[in-house]
C-alpha cells in the first residue's frame, strides 16, 4: 500500500482547478451544498503488481471514482469538485464503479453531464452500482454511454497501445444477481491479467474463482459515519458485508475497496473521508539467472 496524501478540496482550489482544466464553471441553478464547504478528498495512492502485464501498460495510472451518489445530500458543486480533482490526477484511465445517483432519476442526466468532462487517455469505464439499478439501470446506461463513458456490463474491453493490448472487465450488481463474471471475462487470452471493476466487494469469491488479478470496488463508503464505540453506518445497513475498506487479497486476487465520495443516508460522512484511490499498475519483475 503507498503513502497516503490528505488534500483538502476547498470552493477556491476548485474555481481556479476546474477553470485551468477548461470546466465550465456551475449552472447557476445549482446552489452549493451546506454540507460540503468542508468537504475533504483523500487521494491514496497504491501500486498494483500484476503477472504477465504487457510492457506497455508498466507505470499505467488509473484513477478509481465510486459512490458518487449524486442527490440532495451531494450537489452537482460537489460532483465537479470530484471531477476536477480526478484530472488533476492526469490518469492513463478512469474506472467508475457505480452508484452515480441515489434515489430519484432527476439526478442522472446531471451527473451524466458532469462526468462527460472526465479526462482520461485511454478511456473511462464504468459500472452500475446498486442504487443505480434501483433508480433505473437502462437510464443510467444510457446517459452514462453518451457522457462518452464505456458501460461494462457483464463485459470486457480492449485498450490498445504500442500494438499491445489490456483487458478491463466489468459486472453488474453483485446483490442484484445480475453479476455474470464467466460471461465477463468470455474471450480474454488465457495470459491476459484479468482486470475486474465491480460495485459490490461481495464478488471477492467468484473472482478468486476465476483467478481475477485485481478488484476495483467500492460500496461500503467505508463505513462512512464512523462514532466512538459504535459500529459503522454502513455494518448497521448492511451485516452481512465482510470488509470495509483498503486491501483485501484472496488466492491470486487482490481487491481495492474505495471509501467513495458521496453520502447517503445522512448527510455526513464521520471520520472517514471520500476517497480517490490512483493505482499505478507495474509489472512483475522476472528474475533473470545468470548463466555459467
Ligand atoms: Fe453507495
Redo the contacts with the bound molecule.
Sequence with gaps: MGLLTLESVRRRTFLKTASSYGLPLFPANYRSSRFLTNCEIEVSPHTITLRHLPPAFDGFRIVHLT?I?HSKYVSFNAVYRMIALANRQRPDLVFLTG?YVTWSKKYITPVAEALRHLKARYGVFGVL???DMRVGAEDVTQALRWAGIEMLRNASAQIQRFGQTLWVTGVDEYSYGQSDLALALKGLPPSAPRILLAHNPEIIAEATEHQVDFVAA??T?GGQVKLPGLRSLNSLTQPTQEFLEGFVSSGRTQMYISR?L?K?IVPLRVKCPAEIPVYTFKAVKHRTHPTA
Aim: proline share 0%.
Design positions: 459512490d451518489h452508484d452500482g446498486n442504487h467500492g460500496h463508503h467513495g458521496g447517503v
